[in-house]
């Protein structure tokens, strides 16, 4: 197991709330990026942070916003939620400009 | 615009046999192309990786080749295991850019019949 994690683990929210979640990065690791993981597709990038700056961005609207911290954790915000935001969603760590990453164990968002 | 396709999306194979899965990738930056497993409520795992600088790796049952002309990728698994049952990913990245967006494939259910 990696030493990726988030909170919280699932999550149930009602259209229109707001959530944060969040994730620790592994030791050693100075970049978060976070994908959103519909069930039965693959991951979506999301966004990437480093250096306590966004870093890059997917096709994502602007509701979807986050933080780095200084020791390198992260959250994900996710303003004005619609049923389509229910999806698994994963952060990964990782050294800036190196391709291997590490996945956390996800939270699973339910928007109803 | 940037995308990897993965092919099959489902593989059914008989416990011994070999599994193959195929990608191909549009942006011809891309230069780092790992694989992940994922099994049921779990994390997506890395089990093999490959960058542009060579074509083929090997790891025990495992194997990925690349074709940067063809722009494509595969995963072999050979004599496969009951336990190989997952989701697999495959991914193409620019490594040692600014920021990486990590492109992944839909993903291949492989299950595997004892």
């Known amino acids: 197991e990696t030493g990726v994690t988030q909170s919280p683990t699932h999550l149930i929210k009602t259209r229109g709330q707001q959530v944060t979640l969040r994730c620790s990065s592994q030791s050693g690791h100075n970049t978060v990026s976070w994908y959103q993981q519909a069930l039965g597709q693959g991951p979506q990038f999301i966004f990437q942070?480093?250096?306590?700056?966004?870093?890059g961005r997917g096709n994502f609207p602007p509701r979807f916003s986050g933080l780095q911290f200084p020791n390198y954790s992260s959250e994900l915000n996710v303003n004005a939620l619609e049923l389509d935001d229910s999806a698994l969603y994963l952060c990964?760590?990782?050294?800036?400009?190196?391709?291997?990453?590490?996945f956390g164990p996800g939270t699973r968002l339910t928007v109803t | 615009g940037e995308n990897v396709e993965q092919h099959p999306s489902t593989l059914s194979v008989q416990e011994g046999d070999s599994a193959v899965i195929k990608c191909t990738y549009s942006d011809s930056a891309s230069n780092y192309f790992p694989w992940y497993k994922q099994e049921l409520g779990k994390r997506p795992q890395l089990i093999i990786d490959i960058r542009s600088n060579v074509g083929e790796k090997k790891d025990q049952r495992i194997a990925v080749t690349l074709n940067k002309t063809a722009k494509h990728f595969s995963l072999h698994i050979t004599e496969t295991q009951p336990e190989d049952s997952a989701v697999y990913f495959c991914?193409?990245?620019?490594?040692?850019?600014?920021?990486?967006?990590?492109?992944f494939g839909a993903g291949t259910q492989v299950v595997v019949t004892p």
């Open positions: 991914a193409a990245v620019e490594e040692g850019k600014s920021w990486g967006k990590f492109q």
């Open positions: 990964a760590s990782s050294l800036q400009g190196v391709g291997e990453q590490y």
């Open positions: 942070y480093y250096r306590e700056e966004e870093n």
